[in-house]
């Protein structure tokens, strides 16, 4: 195995330590299964916009292709990848081609623009704030080992030691 390839496993797998705890898992499931559910709602929302008979089915099908064409990184942001993917299963799924190209523009639209401008601001607020400060720690936002939910006992495996830069 590469370095390169250890290192990124070593990091993936860190980034798993706090799952280790019931209380974590229980939250992240909640909070994965709460963020999909919004997204269903938003796909069923957006095809009810452009195609009065879209079910419930064919929103599950346009969050499933959406999501699967953007692992796929072909283009910055996907631009092409979604857009050429999407409208094909949606259309052999029984939607009409405008709608299904309607309903896939939009929701890309909508979450290039939401994920740029969300990234954009907290990349400048880290970005900003870390390079002002003599001693540069880790920011809460994002640091690798997020703390429980409230009323957990248990403290992070590692902590912030101010004299080396890395974790111990």
């Known amino acids: ?8 496993t070593t990091l ?3 980034g798993l330590l706090p799952l280790r705890q019931l209380s974590c898992m229980l939250s992240a499931i909640t909070l ?3 963020i999909w559910s919004s997204e269903l ?16 089915s064919g929103a599950l099908l346009f969050l499933v292709v959406v999501n699967f ?20 299963f949606l259309i052999s799924s029984g939607i009409p081609s405008n709608p299904a190209l ?6 890309h639209a909508g979450q290039y623009v939401f994920t740029t401008v969300t990234g954009e601001f907290f990349t ?3 970005a900003f704030t870390a390079y002002r400060s ?5 920011s809460p936002l994002f640091a690798p080992y997020h703390r429980c939910p409230r009323g957990s006992s248990k403290k992070p495996a590692r902590t912030w030691d101010s004299s080396t830069p890395q974790w111990d």
């Open 1 to 8: 195995m590469t370095e390169f390839a250890r290192q990124k």
């Open 12 to 14: 993936f797998l860190d």
């Open 32 to 34: 994965t299964a709460i």
């Open 41 to 56: 709602g938003s796909y069923y929302l957006i095809g009810r916009a452009v195609w009065v008979d879209m079910s419930l």
């Open 69 to 88: 064409a953007s692992l796929v990184p072909l283009t910055t942001g996907g631009i092409g990848t979604i857009e050429a993917t999407a409208p094909l």
């Open 102 to 107: 309607a309903m896939v523009l939009i929701q």
């Open 124 to 126: 400048s607020l880290v």
């Open 134 to 138: 003599p001693d540069p720690k880790p």
